[in-house]
T-cell receptor
Framework: DGGITQSPKYLFRKEGQNVTLSCEQN?????MYWYRQDPGQGLRLIYY???????QKGDIAEGYSVSREKKESFPLTVTSAQKNPTAFYLC??????????????FGQGTRLTVV | GESVGLHLPTLSVQEGDNSIINCAYS??????FIWYKQESGKGPQFIID?????DKRQGQRVTVLLNKTVKHLSLQIAATQPGDSAVYFC????????????FGSGTQLTVLP
């Protein structure tokens, strides 16, 4: 089945640790995105990538890093510089690349908690 | 920057009644709009979309209305069912933007038995 897979579903991080959230898609989509969702709020864009080996900062990129070495994969690293990382993280993908209007397909999310 | 907002954070309806969820947007360049449904602990699911060259689009039990004059979008759900209970987000995009969608804060729809 085609889709977007995020792992793990739940992740616990100690203070000062970096953690990496996985996002894989087999939809052959060019564009991939990371969003953060806090309770009772909408989705805020962290990073996005329109094509392999290229990515752009979103609205809240500080304390996060990404890579896009393969079309299928867009991992997100939450670094120790992110002061309030506890949130629900959503990965999405869409096609085609750039400006044409298509919906984003979402993964099932990773809930990150700092302990 | 642009913002997309919802008029009501919560909405309760009786099972079988129709639901109307509203959304306002401020970016006049937005030309593509989507409604998503998000159940607790899950990722958003696409419900229906509409492009700015349309005023209305219908799906199965859902209708989206777009009023570009007042920058208003609404989602109508006919014969609301318990399974419709979820948070509903509107999102907008401009063709001229390489970024993905801008989301509103969501409306929690609760269907009462």
């Amino acid at each position: 089945d085609g889709g977007i897979t995020q792992s793990p579903k739940y992740l616990f991080r100690k203070e000062g640790q970096n953690v990496t959230l996985s996002c894989e898609q087999n939809l052959n989509h060019d564009a991939m995105y990371w969003y953060r969702q806090d309770p009772g709020q909408g989705l805020r864009l962290i990073y996005y990538s329109q094509i392999v080996n290229d990515f752009q900062k979103g609205d809240i990129a500080e304390g996060y890093s990404v890579s896009r070495e393969k079309k299928e994969s867009f991992p997100l690293t939450v670094t120790s510089a992110q002061k309030n990382p506890t949130a629900f993280y959503l990965c999405a993908s869409s096609t085609p690349r750039g400006g044409l209007n298509t919906e984003a397909f979402f993964g099932q999310g990773t809930r990150l908690t700092v302990v | 920057g642009e913002s997309v907002g919802l008029h009501l954070p919560t909405l309760s309806v009786q099972e079988g009644d129709n639901s109307i969820i509203n959304c306002a947007y401020s970016n006049s360049a937005s030309d593509y709009f989507i409604w998503y449904k998000q159940e607790s602990g899950k990722g958003p699911q696409f419900i229906i979309d509409i492009r700015s060259n349309m005023d209305k689009r219908q799906g199965q039990r859902v209708t989206v209305l777009l009023n570009k004059t007042v920058k208003h979008l609404s989602l109508q759900i006919a014969a609301t069912q318990p399974g419709d209970s979820a948070v509903y987000f509107c999102a907008e995009k401009s063709s001229g933007s390489a970024r993905q969608l801008t989301f509103g804060s969501g409306t929690q729809l609760t269907v009462l038995p």
